[in-house]
DNA sequence: GTGAAGTTTCAGTAATGATTGAAGATTCGG
DNA sequence: CCGAATCTTCAATCATTACTGAAACTTCAC
């Protein structure tokens, strides 16, 4: 069994605890390291010592968030080859965009709840000025770097 | 026994998801709508119905984020008093620079392993990059809203 | 000092979430 | 079409994490 590299692993670790699911985590890793084009599952499974199951899972979670995608299969192989999305790192990134949204929306109804000048409606203002800032911020900085990646 | 609002509730959760620990989303949460300047530990355990225990640790960890602070008592009260940092929302934020951090070296790791141009070599230099422009771009980010903030 | 009120720590337990393994579905070559 | 190979789903199990409750510790008024 050719394990996954014990950098691979730890950056797994690192982004379990970062808030992602493990096994797409490992997954993801595995996706980085590998020295191939593109891995399939079964590949993967083994590298990893999991089931398919656990694989699968991960694979559909993974494609779902745009970190990795499925490419067409070389020709008289009927397995589904995977591979990480070059720009999957900006997309992890800008993932948090809906998070922003969120946190700027429950502020909103904070304050629609307890008014503007109550303690917790000052408080609340902070918070949505806040989000409000990065919401307008971040989508431009990930810009700024798709647009810098495109010209080197 | 005075509970949270439920938008306070949907708050935490949306923060766990985000992965924070849920107990101390929820006391944030709790801190955030609090209806007075600061708030006691048996307050909160009272609206959160959760035991002294749990609701110790979680102050701790909000401390140590320093996403709360502990106030000094008023005079004849034994009690601690906790609010929320008013730059709170931003530190949080901000605590992800030195996970930025972690992912560059891991990149920078990894390129050492498997050297510049393999398949590997390729993907986890689009990864060092992109990390770090983060690491350069985020702090910045951060400090212009401190600026905005001051002047206002 | 002494005792009451408050806080922290920690072992045990409860709750949660992740993984397996097997059964069913799908895909493709023959 | 049929059968083999691969992939997906899902219920049961396992591992992890979070919470409680009780005991130890701290702090302060008297």
Same mark, same amino acid.
């Given at each position: 069994m050719t394990d996954m590299s014990a950098t691979a692993e730890r950056l797994a670790l690192v982004l379990t605890q970062a808030g992602m699911q493990r096994m797409a985590a490992r997954v993801m890793c595995a996706l980085l390291f590998?020295? =191939? =084009?593109? !891995? !399939?599952a079964p590949e993967l499974c083994e590298q990893l010592g999991a089931s398919a199951g656990a694989v699968s899972g991960a694979l559909k979670t993974l494609v779902s968030l745009r970190l990795a995608e499925r490419m067409p299969a070389p020709a008289g192989d009927r397995r589904d080859h995977y591979r990480l999305r070059p720009d999957g790192w900006a997309v992890m990134t800008s993932s948090r965009d809906h998070l922003l949204d969120t946190m700027l929306r429950t502020a909103d =109804?904070?304050? =629609?709840?307890v008014g503007e000048d109550s303690?917790?409606?000052?408080?609340?203002?902070e918070m949505r000025d806040f989000y409000a800032y990065m919401l307008r911020e971040m989508p431009a900085l990930i810009d700024r770097w798709h647009e810098q990646r495109r010209v080197r």
């Open positions: 590998c020295e =191939e =084009e593109t !891995t !399939t =109804e904070g304050i =629609e709840e303690p917790a409606g000052l408080r609340l203002r």
